[in-house]
């Protein structure tokens, strides 16, 4: 059974940090992705960023281009988004997902139904 569990969300000032971990377990396929969705309150569950199992592929949402960063260690079957220069927008609660084996990771953060497990979330808030 996979589990996927975040945990780093909090309350930061606009123009913090912070670093938010997702830990997998029972999720071994060598080809896939993972990736992290946003929901804030009153709008949709968007994409944020995404990263194939390789390692070598990331994607990002325009909004995030150059302030996050998606990574993973696998010997921890752990992925990380740390978050830079956050803004008041960007408060909402994130969650960690992956998909069932595709590896088609650009189109994850668009397209959700190739997202199969889905961890239950942290929230971050940011203020001005």
């Known amino acids: 059974q996979v589990q996927l569990v975040e945990s780093g969300g909090g309350s930061v000032q606009a123009g913090g940090s912070l670093r938010l971990s997702c830990a997998a377990s029972g999720y071994t396929t060598s080809s896939a992705c993972m990736g992290w969705f946003r929901q804030a309150p009153g709008k949709g569950r968007e994409g944020v960023a995404s990263?194939?199992?390789?390692?070598?592929?990331?994607f990002y949402a325009d909004s995030v281009k150059g302030r996050f960063t998606i990574s993973q260690d696998n010997d921890k079957n752990t992925v990380y988004l740390e978050m830079n220069n956050l803004k008041p927008e960007d408060t909402a609660m994130y969650y960690c997902?992956?998909?069932?084996?595709?590896?088609?990771?650009?189109?994850?953060?668009?397209?959700?139904?190739?997202?199969?497990?889905w961890g239950q979330g942290t929230q971050v808030t940011v203020s001005s």
């Open positions: 990263i194939h199992t390789d390692g070598e592929h990331t």
């Open positions: 997902a992956a998909d069932a084996g595709g590896g088609y990771c650009r189109a994850l953060l668009t397209l959700q139904y190739l997202v199969k497990y």
